[in-house]
């Protein structure tokens, strides 16, 4: 039976529209899969195979299975569609993911020198079959965006058919909206929230500080993504506010 006795902030249930917490997947058995999912799946929305970990992953089909079970929405890692874009393989790389079943498509533009108006049109494309998450940002840390760029690629990816647009930041959480130290930088962050709102937004942030900057910046309900599969209920309790991090600090009790 779960504890109710303290008062903490109030988290929609699944399917949730914000809040949501996006995993990445980096090739995990599906034994393991499975026992995450027993353990805290009720906390997990989106689930990315990372690049293109899903081309390789030959227990894909089982994992699916238990991800709907759980009322997880599987992702396909924008890296995979833009490595078939490279090689003129985007309609078959669409049948494969519509043939098993992945519900979400990432479209990014991170590694292959993609113009902006060929990643509009990808969206167009993907969104006739999928769901479709977008990233704005570059993975090459000496590569970076002007702030007009940032709300520009925003505006034309939610333009596009983007249900969410991902602001990048990697697995190591120090490109895209983080400097090479990884702290936020904070002017692209409000270009991004100016032009499209949080809750349009899914911020990657796969380090602990970073999750907990989102959650006292835009609340309990910011969507976040890249979220190690270890740190998911540490993610949790960010968001509840069961943790230092992002505890809310009162006066002593009278009494205990």
């Known amino acids: 039976m779960s504890p109710d006795f303290l008062s903490l902030p109030l988290r929609p249930g699944k399917p949730r529209a914000t809040g949501l917490t996006h995993v990445l997947d980096k090739g995990l058995p599906v034994s393991q899969t499975r026992a995450l999912l027993e353990a805290a799946g009720e906390f997990v929305d989106i689930w990315k195979f990372g690049w293109g970990t899903a081309y390789l992953d030959r227990e894909l089909d089982a994992k699916l299975t238990l991800l709907a079970r759980h009322g997880v929405q599987a992702c396909l ?122 809750e349009r937004l899914l911020f990657e942030a796969p380090r602990r500080d970073q999750q907990a900057w989102c959650i006292s910046r835009f609340g309990s309900d910011v969507n976040v993504g890249n979220i190690a599969l270890d740190d998911v209920v540490n993610l949790e309790a960010l968001r509840l506010g069961l943790r230092a991090d992002t505890a809310v600090i009162r006066p002593a009790p009278a009494s205990w």
């Open 77 to 198: 890692g924008g890296t995979l569609l833009e490595i078939a874009w490279s090689q003129g393989r985007v309609e078959e790389c669409m049948a494969w993911a519509a043939e098993v079943g992945v519900p979400l498509v990432e479209v990014s533009r991170g590694v292959m020198p993609m113009s902006l108006a060929d990643k509009t049109r990808l969206i167009a494309r993907a969104a006739r079959s999928f769901t479709v998450l977008t990233e704005v940002g570059f993975k090459d840390p000496a590569r970076r965006l002007d702030l007009w760029q940032w709300k520009d690629e925003v505006r034309h990816d939610l333009a596009a058919g983007a249900w969410l647009v991902i602001t990048e930041g990697r697995e190591s959480g120090t490109v895209g909206t983080y400097d090479a130290s990884g702290e936020v930088i904070e002017e692209i962050v409000d270009a991004v929230v100016g032009v499209a709102g949080p």
